[in-house]
């Protein structure tokens, strides 16, 4: 009974959740036309691929996907080096003043991001970095919950490791590199699954730093064209599968440290 | 002193316990201690340098400027005067700093209490399920992965009052179409409701790793006490999950008083700033009014609110820091 009854509220929820995802899929592969067809037909009889066509090749939309990438990758592989070495630093060193420097980075965790992001914006116009690389990657470098993860994950390590590594002579930088990283793999994927996801979804700092049609994320291009696509929700709904596809395959193929990566980010607003 | 040599032959005053072995002096000894400690600092500083410079730069600076700021007026085009308080009393005199703030406090006591109630409901029922457990838990969690704008935009059309899915079911049924965020009254109810349906999946996974990881010895003793499964959860489960559920609050209370991105997509805060939210009229400020000040001053109101709120987590948080 109570399965039944737990199965049964699941199907309505995973739906409820899901349908408007496939409907949009459904919508991308319509001719606009067909939109005003009353009852709607909810499997195109034919695939129309005309919405993506004018997507891929009308609107600069493969440029934002471009710049989502290069963006969204380096912020990520900047912060798997920096944070691991900060965590490294945090976790096994002992050096004056580090759980105060430590107690200071977790406070810095709370400043909500819209609260600087007037300053930021001029500190970004000062250095003439505005519609820039550089505008979008380097702001976002600045947060300390990678810190807190990957001390997390590396405090957990045995010190044995280290320390004969130590007494073979190797540097500190060389246990970094060949003790250390090998061994939080996962953590470092549940760092870098975080940081990409934020990065692919982040939203109102590349809409202050670029105004270029050229320099636009996915997220930022596909907002500022509300005005001139209007009601074009073919176009509009092939914008959005594209955008998801890639974030939903990934998920499929890393489940579990998606999850992970989410439940963490969870403390850094 | 014997600072000459840092190896060098033991004074004879100092008693050796391995005889013909080479003993460093007192003194040698501590030089050499020194100086592996500035070694261990300077590497310490090495590691940590590159992340520090960047929250000094992008986090720590920035803040330290929208103190400055709230002193101030102009900076865009007319020059930078410091005006003391008087941004303070600008922000309170504002009606629509006043409206704005209402209605981010109308999304939050809309979305928090229904994504949390859903979310330990359906965490609760995803316990039961086994069988396509994984793909059911994928298709709950597919909303979360969506950028905010893009589930802005997916809803934008869903709530179309000619082409929308809602009013095509509505139709069917026979009842009366609605405009949804043309309309004062159901525009915000109707963001809130995106709001809910893209971090519901969040939410529910977030109390379903938290009931699987309860002591099931628990369960076992009131189940062995008599208790049916109402009572169990009324008994065991809900004291249980008070932190959990505390901390869900707070954050989602953090997350909530800062939407913007569903309503810039959404309704851009209209009709008649019905949606309009704190952190929205915090970037008109900036970008339409050209208000500095007055924007870095509602900045301020802003992180003096999640400043209070964080701190509140973090004592709920402590023992899962350590420090």
Redesign the interface.
């Known amino acids: 009974m109570l399965t039944t009854f737990s199965y049964a509220v699941t199907i309505v929820v995973a739906l409820a959740c899901s349908v408007p995802l496939f409907y949009i899929l459904s919508t991308s592969l319509k001719d606009q036309q067909l939109l005003f067809t009353y009852p709607p037909n909810w499997i195109p009889s034919h695939l129309y691929w005309g919405n993506y066509t004018s997507l891929l090749f009308k609107t600069p939309f493969l440029r934002w996907v471009l710049n989502t990438l290069v963006v969204a990758s380096s912020v990520t592989l900047i912060k798997v080096v920096f944070d691991s070495m900060a965590g490294y630093a945090f976790a096994k060193m002992r050096f004056p003043f580090r759980n105060a420097l430590f107690v200071v980075v977790i406070m810095t965790m709370m400043i909500p991001f819209s609260a600087i992001l007037i300053p930021l914006y001029f500190i970004i116009f000062n250095f003439g970095l505005l519609n820039t690389y550089w505008a979008l990657i380097l702001p976002p470098l600045a947060n300390p919950i990678g810190i807190f993860l990957m001390r997390g994950f590396i405090e957990g390590l045995p010190n044995d490791l280290e320390n004969a590594a130590r007494l073979d002579g190797v540097s500190e930088f060389g246990i970094y590199l060949r003790i250390i990283l090998p061994l939080v793999r996962p953590g470092l994927v549940v760092l870098a699954v975080l940081t990409f996801l934020t990065q692919y979804t982040s939203f109102i700092w590349p809409l202050v730093a670029v105004n270029d049609q050229s320099m636009q994320l996915i997220t930022t291009g596909l907002a500022t064209q509300r005005s001139v696509w209007q009601v074009n929700y073919g176009i509009f709904s092939a914008g959005a599968v594209m955008a998801l596809v890639p974030i939903v395959a990934f998920f499929l193929l890393l489940q579990k440290q998606f999850i992970a990566a989410s439940l963490a980010g969870a403390l850094k607003q | 002193m014997t600072a000459e040599s840092a190896v060098g032959p033991a004074p004879a005053a100092f008693p050796l316990t391995r005889p013909g072995r080479p003993r460093l002096s007192k003194a040698d000894h501590r030089r050499l201690r020194r100086r592996y400690e500035i070694g261990?600092?300077a590497?310490?500083?090495g590691?940590?340098l590159?992340?520090?410079f960047?929250?000094i730069?992008?986090?720590?600076?920035?803040?330290v400027?929208?103190f400055i700021?709230m002193f101030q007026t102009g900076?865009l085009i007319e020059p930078i005067r410091y005006v003391g308080l008087r941004n303070w009393e600008r922000i309170f005199h504002d009606p629509v700093v006043i409206q704005t703030l209402g209605n981010s406090l109308r999304f939050a006591v809309i979305i928090i209490p229904t994504m949390l109630v859903l979310g330990l409901?359906?965490a609760l029922?995803?316990?039961?399920?086994k069988r396509g457990g994984?793909t059911?838990r994928?298709?709950?969690?597919?909303?979360?992965?969506?950028?905010?704008?893009?589930a802005?935009?997916?809803?934008?059309?869903?709530l179309?009052p000619d082409?929308g899915?809602f009013n095509?079911f509505l139709?069917?049924i026979g009842a009366k179409p609605l405009i949804y965020l043309g309309s004062t009254d159901l525009a915000l109810p109707s963001v809130a409701a995106m709001e809910v349906?893209r971090s519901?999946?969040?939410w529910?996974?977030?109390f379903l790793?938290a009931l699987i990881g309860m002591p099931r010895e628990l369960y076992q003793a009131a189940h062995l006490d008599g208790a049916n499964?109402v009572q169990r959860f009324r008994f065991v489960t809900l004291p249980l999950m008070r932190r959990v559920f505390l901390f869900a609050i707070v954050?989602a209370t953090?997350?909530n008083l800062?939407i913007?991105?569903s309503v810039?997509?959404m309704t851009d805060g209209g009709p008649a700033n019905t949606t309009a939210t704190f952190?929205w009229y915090?970037?008109h400020?900036?970008?339409f009014f050209y208000r500095?000040g007055f924007?870095?001053t509602m900045?301020?109101l802003?992180?003096l609110i999640?400043?209070a709120l964080?701190?509140v987590q973090?004592r709920l948080?402590r023992r899962r820091?350590g420090?």
Do not use: C, H, K
């Open positions: 261990r600092v590497v310490a500083i590691f940590l590159p992340n520090l960047f929250l730069v992008f986090l720590l600076w920035p803040l400027q929208v700021e900076g409901l359906i029922v995803l316990q039961n399920v994984a059911l994928a298709l709950i969690y597919l909303p979360v992965l969506a950028p905010t704008v893009i802005g935009l997916i809803w934008l059309f869903l179309d082409l899915a095509l139709r069917v349906w519901i999946g969040f529910a996974l977030y790793a499964s954050l953090i997350f800062q913007f991105d810039y997509v952190v915090i970037y400020a900036l970008f500095t924007g870095a900045a301020f802003l992180l999640i400043l964080s701190l973090m948080l820091i420090v």
